[in-house]
């Protein structure tokens, strides 16, 4: 057995899943589940090539580079300057949606025995996550793929106690009125393009396998999404809840919910640590600022966003996977067209695509981007 690849095979997972599955089965009923469950399906064949795409980027080019290194090395100062934007206000939505939907989760299992407001436990939430981020709490590696496992046993424990109570009617429900809503949520949800340098790093010496890891990487959160959805929705049915779990309480019982809720919560707050801490070093290292001004850009902007938008969970995520996960796809696409001519390094793998295949998945990035700017909550 290969530790390495199913190492890198669970890293991609560990990447995608997250957060965003919470918003998935939500963004779904609004326009049905066959319709949705086709949406994630093609939506993640696109994010499939722009994984892979970005995968013979990192093969051709010698170095250890991330996104932002990648553009300046073919698009350039502009280049670097746009994909350094889009990572840092990505990181900024995902921090957001981890503030709206952390305080929410520690709302179900605690207020029942504290009381007090959504409000008060996102605040809280927000505080105690602030604190650690300033103190430079890192995790081990352990504790991360921990809570990864935690947040695949959620789904797993939804999958195999919801499905008795799966009523079909609830899934042949179609509404084409909503039929853009559920795009920006998917994206986001399913985006995953950050582990492929990442797994570049863990394969070397193996970079035959990188393709098959990438496939099976993005494939499997693909079919857990689907899966998760079915059954949320399929138990739910018009009751779907914004975070997935609190709908679930007549049919799956309190208990169910609460050990979700909890489990939520700790996989949540680890990504909000991981996420703040590199955004921190990435202020700090790369833009040469010092400690206490990098951890109040990473903790002040995206609070003063809560408090004023008081945004809504689905709405974070939507306009962060459309207009930010839109842009990502768009410079992995260009920096492919460019690696493509000007890498040093012959690859293990070559992607062999149309131009109008190409130019048709970067059209559906770019209508995604414009329709979310000009209706950011659709």
Known sequence: MNKKFFHAIAMMVGMIVGVGIFGV???????????????IFILGMLLLLVHILYGEVALRTEGK???????????????????????????????????VIGGQ?????????????????????????SLFVGAGLKLVASIEFAMTIFLLAIVGIILVFGLPYVWYPNLYVMNLKEIFFPYGVILFALGGAAAVPEIRDLLRGQEKKMKKAIIWGTAIPLAITILFSFVVIGVSGENTSVEAISGLIGPLGNNIVILGAIFGFLAIATSFLVLGLNLKEIFKFDYKINGWLSWLLVCAIPFIIFLL???????VIGFTGAVLGGTEGLLIILIWLKAEREGKRTPEYKVKISEWVLSLVAFVFILGMIYRIIY???
């Open 25 to 39: 089965p939500y963004a779904v009923e609004k326009v049905g589940f066959a319709l949705g469950a086709t949406y």
């Open 65 to 99: 580079h991330r996104l932002v290194g990648y553009a300046e090395i073919y698009l350039g100062s502009k280049g670097k300057m746009v994909a350094a934007l889009a990572q840092i206000f990505s990181f900024y939505g995902a921090l957001i949606a981890y503030i």
């Open 105 to 129: 989760f520690l709302h179900m299992f605690l207020a029942p025995i504290l009381g007090g407001t959504v409000l008060m436990y996102q605040l809280g939430f927000f505080i105690f996550m």
């Open 309 to 315: 938008a008081k945004p809504a969970f689905i709405s």
């Open 376 to 378: 950011p909550e659709a």
